[in-house]
């Protein structure tokens, strides 16, 4: 991650209307506690099997605060001596997805309660035993059986749970040409090439991640409308030769959520790398959170799992002045508005060159 600050240029962009605020559990500590806690011990399934008279408090030993809690979340009644679950609250609340949600939000909180003073200062280096950035350590999953697959697995299921989240919005903002050959770098288990491809029936699409990332992609079945043209190489872009597609030059290369992670100098040089990697002509799609977004963003629990990348945002004035003079020139920047702004930003390479 960068640990030097963005320069503050704007560029005027269109805007759109944002989702609605995240859900009653995620506002407050106590409550993000309680519902971590149910999925951690399997309580949702217990409820779910209650009789009608209710769960009965001395089946756990748990305070009485923390049935006040879920009552207070609309999840069901407290009575003197057992909890009576609302049935389809406690069905829309115990998906896999808000389990993930709940553990990197208890993470991020944690983060930013104990770390404060360096995720909200500009500079400095990232503390050593942040859970959030252990959380994201890429140093696990370079090899294709990683010594601690179930690492891997959380914060690829984490980015899945995200992409499941933005992907539909974002990908109905991406004008991709006829034919397009996409190479996505950092693309996960494809979940974003995926929604591409489904709106660009001619495109075909390879997506280039770590090892121990793409040996998770059998859990995170294709769309049957991209069967044959979607495909996985695994490799580490700090070392390895980019792919090709369809045994030529990518047309577009996609970085979704991706250059943020890199220092200033490191992200410039995978910019450089991507375009003369392009065929000629090709373009370069960068997919961000606007920083601009975050300086109205309310520091609360809800939105802890976005304050603690808030330093490492760009805004899309430093991605156009990083590619270099003559190589790229920005043919598109629209914006997005989902849990904070987004921006798609596309630089198009320069007729001059041949793609490596």
Not at 81 to 94: G, K, M, N, Y
Request: include cysteine; charged fraction near 20%; proline fraction near 6%.
């Amino acid at each position: 991650m960068r640990t030097t600050p963005s320069p503050s240029d704007t560029v005027a962009m269109s805007t759109s209307r944002t989702e609605p605020a995240a859900p009653l559990w995620c506002q407050s500590l106590a409550s993000i506690s309680c519902i971590k806690a149910a999925f951690d011990i399997g309580l949702w399934d217990e409820l779910r099997d209650a009789e009608e008279q209710g769960y009965s408090l001395a089946q756990r030993p748990l305070s009485r605060v923390f049935w006040q809690t879920l009552e207070d979340l609309g999840l069901g009644r407290l009575d003197a001596e057992a909890f009576v679950p609302d049935q389809s609250a406690i069905i829309a609340l115990a998906t896999p997805e808000n389990r993930i949600k709940a553990e990197f939000q208890a993470l991020a909180a944690a983060d930013l309660l104990e770390h404060g003073a360096f995720f909200l200062a500009r500079d400095g280096e990232i503390p050593e035993d942040s859970r959030v950035f252990q959380f994201f350590n890429y140093a696990d999953a370079t090899s294709a059986t990683p010594k601690a697959p179930h690492r891997v697995a959380a914060w690829v299921d984490y980015l899945a749970y995200c992409a499941v989240r933005e992907n539909d919005r974002l990908a109905d903002a991406v004008q991709l040409p006829a034919g397009a050959r996409v190479l996505e770098i950092g693309g996960n288990v494809g979940l974003f090439a995926d929604a591409l491809l489904q709106r660009h029936s001619t495109a075909q699409a390879v997506v280039f991640d770590l090892p121990g990332v793409i040996a998770q992609t059998p859990n995170f079945p294709l769309s049957d409308a991209v069967r044959g043209r979607l495909s996985f190489e695994a490799g580490d872009l700090r070392y390895d030769r980019l792919p090709r597609v369809g045994g030529e030059a990518p047309s577009v290369v996609v970085f979704k959520s991706v250059l943020h992670d890199w220092p200033d100098a490191t992200a410039q040089g995978i910019l450089a790398e991507a375009l003369d990697h392009l065929a000629p002509g090709g373009l370069v799609l960068i997919v961000e959170r606007l920083a601009e977004s975050f300086h109205a963003l309310a520091m609360t629990p809800a939105n802890a799992h976005n304050h603690a990348f808030t330093r490492f945002y760009r805004t899309p004035q430093w991605y156009i002045d990083a590619v270099a003079k003559g190589q790229a020139v920005a043919t598109q920047l629209d914006t997005v508005n989902i849990d904070t702004g987004f921006f798609i930003l596309g630089l198009t390479k320069t007729p001059s060159g041949e793609p490596s």
